[in-house]
């Protein structure tokens, strides 16, 4: 069984620009979450969706964060436009039930120059 | 204030000692899970242990959890190279779905 696939694994962009993080879950499992390490601090829930619909958006840190998990499959998420706080490895997880197990996947690592 | 604590937060030992490692968290929980983090790679899950569990194995891996401390340690025995790694704890809280990560204790096994 494929596990928890993110896409692309390294991006390097500019201030004020866009970019787009893919995450695909493991086949079946509802509860998709996005999570993230910035430098030197320890990761942080940022999203959580069960389906395509959001149930906890809560540690999203302002409106230039766009999640989205259209079908109720892969995410993405959008950071636009991207500032150098930002920078940091965004990991995505997924699980079949709620509150047990999450897997990970290998991350993005996003730097903003 | 982040919910879980890894202490110590660096630990370096031989190849065939055991490495323990602690967490400490402020609230009640659902479960705590123990994560490992090799150099650039992600997550991968180790053991999840619920609050009404006090122990559980997983190979050379042995994690307990104290409720009324609100505390977990993660024993690996007989350590390897390939165990050189950073070591995480996440709880999950009662009325809650996500985890919170405490800072993860780097583990360095020498050859």
């Known amino acids: 069984e494929a596990g928890v696939t993110q896409f692309p694994s390294h991006s390097v962009i500019e201030k004020g620009q866009t970019v787009t993080l893919r995450c695909d879950p493991i086949?079946?499992?509802?509860?998709l979450y996005w999570y993230r390490r910035v430098m030197g601090k320890e990761i942080k829930f940022l999203l959580h969706?069960?389906?395509?619909?959001?149930?906890?958006e809560s540690g999203m840190p302002n409106n230039r964060f766009l999640a989205e998990r259209t079908g109720g499959t892969y995410s993405t998420l959008k950071v636009q436009p991207a500032e150098l706080e930002d920078s940091g490895v965004y990991f995505c997880?997924?699980?079949?039930?709620?509150?047990?197990?999450?897997?990970f996947g290998p991350g993005t690592r996003l730097l903003v120059l | 204030s982040q919910q879980g604590e890894e202490d110590p937060q660096a630990l370096s030992i031989q190849e065939g000692e055991n490495a323990t490692m602690n967490c400490s968290y402020k609230t009640s929980i659902n479960n705590l899970q123990w994560y490992r983090q090799n150099s650039g790679r992600g997550l991968v899950h180790l053991i999840l242990?619920?609050?009404?569990?006090r122990e559980k194995h997983s190979g050379r891996l042995r994690v307990t959890l104290d409720t009324s401390k609100k505390s977990s340690s993660l024993l690996i025995t007989a350590s390897r190279a390939a165990d050189t790694a950073s070591y995480f704890c996440?709880?999950?809280?009662?009325?809650?779905?996500?985890?919170?990560f405490g800072a993860g204790t780097t583990v360095t096994v020498r050859a």
């Open positions: 086949s079946g499992h509802d509860n």
């Open positions: 242990i619920r609050s009404n569990e």
């Open positions: 996440a709880t999950a809280l009662l009325n809650d779905y996500k985890l919170s």
């Open positions: 997880a997924s699980s079949q039930v709620a509150r047990e197990t999450q897997y």
């Open positions: 969706f069960v389906k395509e619909s959001k149930q906890d």
